[in-house]
């Protein structure tokens, strides 16, 4: 079965740092797209970051570039988040999807494996 396990969240002060995991199994991690997603209270769902292509190229969203990086290490992604904001302040949650791009820097559309999420709280 495919399982993912998102861990690292917590509450941290403006300009704190935390490193998200999301640590994965049941299926051949390297062949997979990852991405990031948050979800802020009365908010939709907003992809933060992704590599889905082989060559390794990340998305990130306008509002976290520059302060985040996402990466990918044996079966486990990670969600490094610097410079943290109030408005960073979500639930965050890892997905996979078993399809990878040839090239670039494009989200994939769905996801079909989703991690339960950790929260993150950032205070002013």
């Known amino acids: 079965d495919v399982q993912l396990q998102a861990s690292g969240g917590g509450l941290v002060q403006t300009g704190g740092s935390l490193r998200l995991s999301c640590a994965t199994s049941?299926?051949?991690?390297?062949?997979?797209?990852i991405g990031w997603f948050r979800q802020a209270p009365g908010k939709e769902r907003e992809e933060v970051s992704c590599?889905?292509?082989?060559?390794?190229g990340a998305y990130y969203a306008d509002s976290v570039k520059g302060r985040f990086t996402i990466s990918r290490a044996k079966s486990t992604m990670y969600l490094q988040m610097n410079s943290l904001m109030p408005a960073d302040t979500a639930v965050y949650y890892c997905?996979?999807?078993?399809?990878?791009?040839?090239?670039?820097?494009?989200?994939?559309?769905?996801?079909?494996?989703w991690g339960q999420g950790t929260e993150v709280t950032v205070s002013s």
């Open positions: 997905a996979v999807h078993p399809w990878m791009l040839t090239g670039g820097t494009t989200c994939l559309a769905e996801y079909n494996y």
């Open positions: 590599i889905s292509s082989r060559d390794g």
């Open positions: 049941g299926f051949a991690f390297d062949d997979y797209a």
